[in-house]
């Protein structure tokens, strides 16, 4: 009933569907990241991570890896960002 | 020019039978020739909802397999004209599907209707990749809740992927988003993600939104498709959502709270 609703205004309003929306974003972001592409991806992701680490100290998000799938060929684009102060050590 | 579309969705139990029914059964109360199919190969469940299932004598599987024709199998819907069920087999699975055998129903049946509605199975098995495969649109049904949303996005990939416009090519298969069991008290609430919310994640023009309704079950109690309650909300909304497929720009309804007079808001009357 409407009128006793009235008493339930003093309690917090429920907020699990903003919880729900920054996880279901975060999710399928992640979903879309990975599918379309053959299953190696991730591992190969990884695996260039830890080379790059050999030489370079980056983040883990710094190394992109993209797969499109073409008629007749498909496409591996790997992006890697380094960081500013290494290119500013290398100058000096 | 005759549509295939599919309803679709990924997560099972999110209403796409319900949704199917209703939807086939408005483009034919519009005058549209119009013919669903039950791709849920042994779990059939269209006619039932439809109210047909006493009369189903052969299927979709007789025609693909038996050499029973096309004609033999389709079921008149009593009450609507222009309305076409094509039920399943219930005691075969999903491998009496063939890609052949699918494609050529469709495309007798593309000759016969307008609307060729195909009510997929849940999952992303061989019955669902079948019944989107030589969709010309799609209606992704879901619920405004995580795992559906998830799964309707992942559905949302198969459709620009595996598709035969895809795989062939050609424009990609046109996409709609159909919200159901919408409650709008705890939408307000901050229990239940928002109309908006899904929009926000799925980027997919809406087609409807459904409100959480009890006419519902009460027609699937009837083996009525809900559209043919005229008192029911969802039956309207899905009318609507009907109507938007025929290309007609109409607002949505039951999104917005209703502004009631004082004695409804204190003794929380609707109807």
């Known amino acids: 009933m409407r009128f006793f609703d009235w008493f339930r205004l003093s309690r ?10 920054e996880r279901l974003t ?7 990241q990975g599918g379309g592409g053959p299953d190696f991806l991730p591992l190969l992701q990884k695996e260039l991570l830890e080379v790059i680490r ?9 190394v992109n890896v993209d797969f499109q799938s073409g008629t007749g060929f498909s496409t591996l684009e790997v992006n890697v960002e380094l960081p500013n102060r290494l290119l500013e050590a290398r100058a000096s | 020019m005759s549509k295939v579309i599919v309803v679709t969705s990924g997560k099972g139990g999110v209403g796409k039978t319900t949704s199917a029914a209703a939807i086939g059964t408005a483009l034919a109360l519009r005058g549209k020739k119009t013919v669903i199919i039950d791709f849920d190969v042994g779990l059939r469940n269209l006619d039932l909802i439809m109210g047909c299932e006493r009369r189903v004598v052969f299927d979709f599987i007789n025609v693909i397999n038996d050499g029973i024709r096309l004609n033999q199998a389709l079921i008149k819907d ?41 009510d997929s199975p849940a999952g992303i098995e061989k019955g669902a990749y079948m019944a989107l495969y030589h969709a010309d649109e799609a209606i992704v049904v879901t619920n405004p809740e995580v795992s559906s949303v998830r799964d309707s996005d992942r559905i949302l990939g198969i459709l620009s992927s595996k598709s035969k416009r895809a795989e ?10 159909l919200l159901t069991r919408y409650d709008l008290d705890r939408v307000q609430r901050g229990e239940m ?19 959480q309704c009890g006419s519902v079950l009460q027609a699937s109690n009837l083996g009525m498709p809900v559209v043919l309650d005229d008192k029911s909300k969802a039956g309207q909304a899905y009318k609507d959502a009907a109507a938007r497929l025929l290309g007609e720009d109409i607002e949505l309804r039951f999104v917005n709270p209703e502004k009631r007079g004082l004695v409804d808001w204190l003794f929380r009357r609707s109807a």
């Open chain 2, 78 to 118: 009593k009450r609507v004209e222009n309305l076409s069920i094509l039920p399943t087999s219930q005691t075969r699975d999903k491998d009496a599907l063939s890609q052949e055998g699918v494609e050529k129903v469709i495309d007798e049946l593309r000759k016969e209707f307008d609307y060729i509605i195909c």
């Open chain 1, 12 to 21: 917090r309003r429920d907020d699990s569907a903003d919880k729900a929306r």
């Open chain 2, 193 to 211: 993600l928002k109309l908006d919310d899904v929009l926000e994640i799925l980027a997919i023009p809406v087609l409807g939104v459904i409100p």
């Open chain 1, 26 to 32: 975060v999710l399928v972001a992640l979903d879309r």
């Open chain 1, 54 to 62: 050999k030489y370079v100290e980056i983040d883990q998000d710094k």
């Open chain 2, 168 to 177: 062939h090519g050609d424009a990609p298969v046109k996409t709609h988003l």
